[in-house]
């Protein structure tokens, strides 16, 4: 096995597990807003003081929808759903070790970490710290930087293979 293939398995390992935890982190964060709304008692082991509270954001207007999508619209779901998704997605896209699909990845990491920034944004509004939150926001950090990386490494393979099919 070539280097290049083993540090991409490698790096696909590493998105792969980054993703499970951040489904992990999702599955939880829609486990928690599921038992509040059946049981107005619950309480999550992430609600530590008044302003340490998942189950405050998860709760919060801005725990649908991201707070801008209309309560109409179909998309109008809890914002652990489209987590849920997003990870399942990048694990599935993240197999190949083509350029487009990686590129993809990238593309999906950046959008998750603007998403990321506005969030925080939220829990600064909202007087908040909600510790799964901040948990999801380093787990699309470091998937970021994992897709940038393999994507680095796959524009240099092509690059290099290009080279020498030229000479």
Do not use: W
């Amino acid at each position: 096995m070539t280097a290049i293939k083993k540090s991409l398995q490698k790096l696909n390992a590493g998105i792969i597990t980054t993703c499970i935890v951040g489904f992990a982190g999702s599955y939880y964060a829609y486990y928690v807003e599921l038992a509040k709304k059946e049981d107005d008692l619950y309480e999550a082991m992430c609600d530590i003081s008044e302003h340490v509270s998942c189950t405050k954001a998860f709760s919060s207007e801005y725990g649908k929808g991201f707070g801008i999508i209309p309560e109409t619209s179909l998309l109008h779901a809890p914002n652990p759903v489209y987590g849920l998704i997003f990870y399942v997605l990048v694990t599935i896209l993240s197999i190949s070790n083509r350029r487009m699909t990686s590129a993809l990845v990238v593309t999906l990491g950046i959008c998750a970490n603007l998403g990321t920034i506005y969030l925080a944004y939220i829990l600064y509004k909202l007087s908040n710290i909600c510790v799964v939150c901040v948990s999801l926001y380093v787990v699309n950090a470091i998937l970021l930087i994992l897709a940038v990386k393999k994507h680095r490494k796959l524009c240099r393979k092509n690059g290099t293979n290009k080279k020498k099919k030229s000479k």
